[in-house]
């Protein structure tokens, strides 16, 4: 079965960091473009981080210098390193793989992603 599981999800207090997992199988463990993306409640899903198999990366204004995206190729794990969250940083938090190597050339837009984990919930408090 092929599919993206994400974990490390959580609570945690603002300044706090955390770490996120993506375990990809099957078919989708394929050398490709992959990318994290987030979701908060009536708000359209917005990318966070791409990462292409060249090692390109692409990040949101709003996440630069806080976190940060990488792959082990051997487990086919993607990860996000979240540093100094904020409140806004909350949200449902998901993987997803593109058809190529390459990323789009919109790396971060979501309607370019072809494969999509089910997401892991973020919360940041005060």
């Known amino acids: 079965q092929s599919q993206l599981v994400e974990s490390g999800g959580g609570s945690v207090q603002a300044g706090g960091s955390l770490r996120l997992s993506c375990e990809a199988s099957?078919?989708?463990?394929?050398?490709?473009?992959m990318g994290w993306f987030r979701q908060v409640p009536g708000k359209e899903r917005e990318g966070v981080a791409s990462l292409d198999d060249f090692g390109t990366t692409n990040y949101a204004n709003s996440v630069k210098r806080r976190f940060s995206i990488s792959r082990d190729k051997a487990k086919s794990i993607l990860y996000l390193e979240m540093n100094s969250l904020k409140l806004e940083d909350t949200a449902m938090y998901y993987c997803?793989?593109?058809?190529?190597?390459?990323?789009?050339?919109?790396?971060?837009?979501?309607?370019?992603?072809?494969?999509w984990g089910r997401g892991t919930q973020v919360t940041v408090s005060s």
């Open positions: 099957g078919y989708l463990t394929a050398s490709r473009c």
């Open positions: 997803a793989g593109a058809n190529s190597a390459r990323c789009p050339s919109r790396p971060l837009e979501y309607r370019l992603y072809n494969y």
